[in-house]
């Protein structure tokens, strides 16, 4: 009995030490890589020629002629009343950003590109803050669910710990003999 009374408290501590982990991530990493927001400074601008805008089920995939890549737009980016298909013709000129490190877009090929920005004759359909708007909101949406996943790692292993305290405690009130040697 004492071995299982042992492994569970185990189990219980490591189950606290991967909440409190988890927690700690969730809310510290995104202040911490410091790529949170994004801006001017950490995205490229390109220029390009549409080639193609295909409708998908979450948002459009624009081909342009100048790059080897699709730009993906996510749906939940634009305003209701944007639709890329009849805006976007082919041989119409954009310019868009995308988030990272500089590289040379006609070393990439046959990629899809989550863009954060997009002009379309000095219109801007997609704006840094909309997309900072969105990642901060999925941001949030991801503390919410790791805070009441932890929450619930917390009452199980607290139920669990007095359960098998109680438990304990009846098996000696059980067996006085147990405790005759006190």
Do not use: Q, W
Request: with cysteine; proline share 2%; aromatic share 8%.
């Amino acid at each position: 009995m004492k071995s299982k009374k042992t492994a569970v408290i185990m189990v219980g501590i490591a189950l606290l030490i991967i909440a409190a982990i988890a927690i700690l991530l969730v809310f510290l990493l995104p202040e911490l890589s410091g790529s949170s927001m994004l801006n001017e400074y950490n995205t490229i601008e390109y220029d390009a020629t549409v080639k193609n805008v295909e409708k998908t089920n979450d948002g459009y995939l624009i081909d342009v002629a100048e790059y080897d890549v699709k730009l993906k737009v996510k749906s939940k980016i634009l305003s209701s009343d944007v639709d890329l298909d009849s805006m976007l013709c082919e041989g119409y000129g954009i310019s868009f950003r995308i988030a990272g490190p500089e590289f040379n877009l006609s070393d990439v090929h046959d990629v899809e590109l989550v863009i954060a920005a997009l002009v379309y004759e000095r219109t801007e359909i997609i704006s840094l803050s909309k997309s900072n708007e969105l990642y901060m909101n999925s941001i949030k949406n991801m503390r919410i669910i790791v805070t009441v996943f932890a929450v619930l790692i917390i009452i199980a292993v607290v139920v669990l710990f007095v359960y098998f305290s109680i438990k304990s405690k009846k098996e000696d009130n059980a067996n006085p003999s147990r405790n005759s040697h006190l």
